[in-house]
């Protein structure tokens, strides 16, 4: 059986469909969409349509409300550092404690410049408190960012509504959508959502494309300068072959959107049900009954979620882990830490992510061999009784190492 | 993925020695559950001889974790206690054909759950020496609560400070914003503001040759740079010996752990910029298993 690719919250494969549009304008519509002759014929258009392809796939209201960036992170790097120049007396900015590290990061740095970051926490099942943040939003609060899904578990913030609760406060609204854009159907001229990013890898679009959308009427301040392209607010050559591969794909999510949320769904339920079922002592982390279509997220206690890995990744199966050691930190996933997972669990968190490509035989496949590797780890691990097949008595307890 | 080695992969897929020993008289535990990781080795001890005659691992962790953990119980197996507590990380890591710098601290583990064991077994109190933070300089895999220890104990200044007093920062140099938040931070603590452009504490600064040198005092001074290195080499378990010097290039030998190492090239560079510095002319640093092959007159002559 070929590779199994469950991994597509961290990247997807980029459509065949969408690579044949793109080639051409690699090597016959070369030209810079700027020049008047023959070999720009034309690439002015196709980024046009592809505009109009976002456009729709998002529900805006008009084709210049999208901007083509580089990635998501310029997306959002944009956003904030727009909000807070356009209004440099607000020195407040709302975010939650399980965003991105686009968002995070950027906000940390900003904190050392004298802002003041409120991180909104979540429950155990990964939720906000909506009433704290409506006591958060003031005069002096520069811009809302919050992520429309989450990476990790999938789980889906209400972000149509607390963008009207911070359009009657007067305070911009930015969203990170770039798990949810083309999973999940969305209008955004219906909702008070002042920006949003979107990243073309994450919906079968190359690497290195993205797109700001920006509310006509929202003030806006480039963060790149020097040319007249996307109406001077975000300059530099157009990279035509992928903005035009990114409309394809946005016009593929659109004609599969039902698909994905019913076929890719029923893939991901089936998996987590069959895991909770086969594999004793793990769970499905984030808000079950709010999540994205195409993501579980399970922790399988007392083992390590990079050994998981790699036992997948010997069986042919590609997936992704909340733990430390994935990414060479010395902390669990910052959201499962914000959900009060327990270390002993956070650790062993394992995401599988699925998209139109996958199949019910490779979940069957997935489900066949997850409980043996499950099992081998906790063979080696001192939380584990191999006798009885079960934690030692009170693991925490039973064994308290010297912190080395 | 990691760049794991092919012995890191085999000891993870084939653990050696997994599980407790029955009526083990040694019992190590150290880790820490919030970093990931945690090992218990269990030990049997001869209380006659004192060999480990038998050794076993239960590890919460990662492939590494888990293959320093397998790799190190095979290396304890029949040595004495004393012989045993020898045994470096470094050989630890050596054993696996290296681990990447962010994976070092597995390594570390093992040797520390083998210190804590043969504590347990004689009946003492194992202590940790050391706290570990987040890995700032990859390069050379130093950690924030090190840095900020050598800032405080040193009263250091600057990046070029650090670099000088615990390798950070010397290699890629990608780390220079995250070496001055880290200054930033203890020069605030220390009523000091941090600026860029102090000059740096005083280092041990190298006589700078003034030429003209004879062949034999060049190559002395060249000697005498690349000897200065050895302390800090041999405190990570290697040395650096020069083997010759033909025109502008040295060629030298790295033993013990830098041997192999993946951070050895980052070491060589590190001597040559000192080199260039001290003799004040260009000098390239060399492996010396890259030298041209001698050749004898009488080969020559049959060429």
């Known amino acids: ?404 | 993925m990691w760049d794991y080695s092919d012995k890191v992969k085999d000891h993870f897929f084939n653990p050696k020695n997994a599980g407790a020993v029955a009526g083990a008289n040694a019992i190590g535990e150290v880790g820490s559950i919030s970093c990931g990781d945690a090992l218990r080795l269990t030990l049997k001890v001869n209380d006659d001889t004192e060999v480990i005659e038998d050794a076993g691992f239960q590890t919460f962790g990662c492939g590494s974790a888990i293959a320093s953990s397998s790799v190190l119980t095979e290396i304890i197996k029949g040595l004495t206690l004393d012989e045993a507590l020898k045994v470096t990380n470094q050989d630890i890591a050596a054993e696996l054909d290296g681990l990447p710098p962010e994976k070092m601290h597995c390594s570390v583990m093992g040797r520390e759950a083998l210190q804590a064991a043969v504590a347990n077994y004689r009946g003492e109190e194992w202590k940790d020496d050391h706290e570990e933070g987040a890995l700032v300089c990859k390069c050379f895999a130093i950690d924030a609560v090190m840095i900020e220890e050598m800032v405080w104990a040193n009263k250091l200044r600057t990046v070029e400070d650090v670099t000088n007093y615990t390798k950070a920062g010397g290699g890629c140099a990608a780390c220079h914003e995250d070496i001055e938040a880290i200054l930033e931070k203890v020069l605030k603590e220390r009523g000091e503001t941090f600026d860029p452009n102090a000059a740096p504490v005083a280092k041990p600064e190298p006589v700078v040759a003034k030429g003209p040198l004879t062949n034999l005092q060049r190559i002395k001074k060249i000697e005498e740079v690349i000897m200065s290195f050895r302390p800090q080499l041999m405190a990570d378990g290697g040395d650096v010996e020069l083997v010759e010097v033909v025109d502008k290039t040295a060629y030298v030998n790295m033993t013990g752990a830098c041997n192999g190492c993946q951070m050895s090239a980052m070491t060589i560079a590190g001597i040559q910029q000192r080199l260039m510095e001290v003799m004040g002319e260009f000098i390239k640093v060399v492996p010396a298993s890259q030298m041209p092959k001698l050749v004898t007159i009488e080969e020559a002559s049959h060429a």
């Not at chain 1, 990247?11 to 969408?18: F, G, Q, R």
């Not at chain 1, 805006?60 to 120049?85: R, V, W």
């Open chain 1, 1 to 404: 059986m070929p590779d199994i690719y469950l991994d597509n919250n961290a990247t997807t494969k980029v459509d065949s469909a969408v690579v044949d549009v793109m080639i051409p304008y690699f090597t016959e519509f070369f030209g810079n969409p700027s020049s008047i002759h023959r070999f720009a014929d034309g690439v002015a258009k196709a980024i046009k349509k592809a505009r109009s392809q976002v456009q729709e796939l998002i529900g805006a209201e008009h084709d210049s409300e999208i901007i083509f960036t580089s990635c998501g992170t310029e997306s959002d790097s944009t956003a904030i550092l727009s909000a807070i120049k356009a209004q440099p007396n607000r020195k407040e900015i709302i975010t939650t404690s399980v965003e991105h590290p686009a968002i995070l990061a950027l906000c940390e740095n900003l904190e050392k410049e004298g802002y003041t970051i409120h991180r909104m926490p979540v429950d155990k099942c990964g939720r906000l408190n909506l009433e704290a943040y409506k006591n958060l939003l003031s005069e002096e609060v520069a811009i809302v960012s919050v992520m429309w899904a989450n990476n990790e578990t999938g789980t889906i913030f209400p972000v149509v509504e607390m963008a009207e609760m911070a359009n009657a406060a007067g305070v911009m609204f930015h969203t990170d959508a770039v798990q949810a854009v083309g999973k999940i159907p969305m209008m955004l001229q219906d909702t008070k959502i002042d920006m949003l990013s979107i990243s073309g890898h994450k919906l079968h679009a190359p690497k290195g494309i993205g797109v700001l959308y920006l509310k006509r009427g929202t003030r806006f301040r480039p963060l790149l300068r020097g040319g007249h392209q996307e109406r001077g607010r975000r300059a530099g050559t157009e990279n035509t072959a992928s903005i035009v591969g990114l409309g394809k794909a946005c016009e593929l999510a659109m004609e599969h959107m039902e698909y994905e949320n019913v076929q890719v769904k029923a893939m991901r339920d089936r998996l987590e049900q069959g895991i909770v079922a086969a594999v004793p002592h793990c769970f499905i982390t984030g808000d079950l009954n709010n999540r994205l279509p195409n993501t579980t997220d399970i922790a399988f206690e007392y083992i390590e979620g990079e050994a998981i890995l790699m036992l997948l990744n010997k069986a042919g199966i590609a997936a992704s882990s909340g733990s430390a050691c994935t990414s060479g930190s010395l902390e669990p996933s910052h959201v499962m830490r914000a959900m009060d997972i327990p270390y002993t669990a956070a650790h062993g968190t394992i995401r599988f992510s699925f998209s139109r490509y996958n199949t019910m035989s490779e979940v069957d496949e997935v489900l066949k061999v997850m409980p043996s590797i499950v099992a081998t780890l906790r063979k080696l691990s001192p939380y584990w009784d191999s006798i009885n097949n079960e934690p030692v008595a009170d693991p925490e307890q039973a064994f308290q190492p010297t912190y080395a």
